[in-house]
Every structure is written in structure tokens, then in C-alpha cells.
């Protein structure tokens, strides 16, 4: 119960802090979670092969790492954007002929 309090006293009341950071991406993530797990796997697996090509020491498994977090993000963002279109009524606008 410690960290959740701790939790709860640094993001403060109304969770203002949280919207003034970039920790505003992180819930769109857990909302597309299936899509990020799967794709999380498959990207795991081709950035483990880049990391066997390029070598493994700090700088490339940091960009790997990076490269991994940007392309969930993407991914979850863009299946999110792809949700609510679907969901949107598209009508047709049809000429009007006097």
C-alpha cells in the first residue's frame, strides 16, 4: 500500500500532473492491448535479430528499446484512429439535379 500512496500523492488531486506530460500516450497503449501484444511479440523478435546483426552493447539495445516503445505507441494510436473511423457514420453526399 506504500507505493500506491506514494503513487497517489505525487500524481496529485484530479491526476492534473499526469496531463501535462507524455504520459498521456501510456492508456491508449492498455486500451489496444491485444493489438500491442501481438505486435510487441513479432517487433521483439525482428529487433532481437537487428540487435544479433548490429552487436549488442548500450547504445543499440537502448535504440532498440526506444525503437520498440515508438513503434507500440504508433501501433496502438493507429488502431485506435482506425477504430473510430470505422465507427463513424459515412454518408455520400448525392448531387442534386434540378
Known sequence: MAPAYLAAQAVGEGR?????????VIPKVGQQMLVVF????VTAQVLGIVLDH????????AAANLA?????????????????????KVTAK????P
Open 54 to 61: 548490429a552487436g549488442r552493447n548500450d547504445v543499440t539495445i
Open 68 to 88: 520498440g516503445f515508438a513503434i507500440l505507441i504508433f501501433v496502438a494510436h493507429g488502431v485506435a484512429w482506425s477504430k473510430s473511423v470505422q465507427g463513424k
Open 16 to 24: 492534473r500532473s499526469l496531463k501535462r506530460t507524455p504520459v498521456v
Open 38 to 41: 501481438v505486435v510487441g511479440t
Open 94 to 97: 448525392r448531387p442534386v439535379f
